[in-house]
């Protein structure tokens, strides 16, 4: 809780938010910031929210009052239920039913905001940031966070430092030189296990990168060729 109430006055510090701006701002919130105490003190400070409710248990006890259960992409149901907890401030809930190994899972969703449907009130959760998914779960796959330990605070400090701007300049490559091209929609993971994995050879002369090969053989060396020429030409280079 203490993190969240520090990011957002740091946000309330940095954009001067007054008390009218917050009724403008929504904040999309995960299960693991989804406790009452968290959105309680949110909407005390008069912000919209859109969020996934931590607990499990309230999940199942909330389901067992929805009438309705409508399909909802393919693989779960979305039930819309009265619900008996108070956070302070008037929301609507969504619970959402998923088969998972033969039994059902649930999980409830709370808003201030006003939806037409249940699906529209999924789909607006869904277009989160998620960066708790996409970057967090690559650099722990694609860069192998996780299995690289350091015995001491400082290695380690210095190891996740690292880990970040590696994250970053890949980053840059992927849009920058992989745009338009087969690779566009690959994950940090798969560029640096595959792509950047292509044998070849860089050839300078006075510091200047002059020539590019590629293993013929490999089977995405013929794509990669023109986005590594892309890259390189670009004007535009970090510099340290």
């Known amino acids: 809780m203490q ?4 990011a957002v006055l740091g946000v309330e510090s940095s954009f001067e938010l007054a008390p009218q701006a917050r009724k403008r701002t929504l904040y999309r919130l995960d299960g693991g910031s989804g406790t009452d105490e968290n959105l309680r003190w949110l909407l005390a400070r008069g912000y919209q929210i859109l969020a996934k409710g931590f607990s499990g248990k309230r999940a199942n006890a909330l389901a067992t009052h929805v009438t309705r259960w409508d399909a909802y992409d393919g693989k779960s149901y979305l039930g819309w239920v009265t619900p008996h907890f108070d956070l302070g401030s008037p929301v609507r809930v ?4 998923r088969l998972h190994k033969g039994n059902y899972k649930h999980s409830y969703y709370v808003t201030t905001l006003t939806f037409p449907s249940k699906q529209a009130f999924m789909d607006r959760y ?13 650099d ?3 860069l192998h966070l996780s299995a690289r330990r350091k015995q001491s605070f400082a290695a380690q400090k210095a190891l996740i430092l ?17 745009v338009d091209s087969p690779f566009a929609d690959w994950g940090l993971k798969r560029i640096v296990r595959d792509l950047l994995a292509v044998p070849g050879r860089l050839h300078f002369h006075s510091g200047q990168l002059k020539r590019i090969e590629l293993l013929a053989s490999h089977p995405y060396s013929g794509n990669l060729i023109p986005c590594l020429e892309r890259y390189c030409s670009d004007p535009f280079w970090p510099s340290f």
């Open 3 to 6: 993190s969240l109430q520090k």
């Open 94 to 97: 969504v619970v959402k039913r």
């Open 126 to 138: 869904d277009q989160r940031g998620a960066a708790e998914i996409e970057q967090f779960r690559s």
């Open 140 to 142: 722990k796959d694609g």
């Open 162 to 178: 690292l880990t970040d701007l590696v994250h970053n300049l890949l980053a840059d490559f992927q849009r920058r030189a992989l």
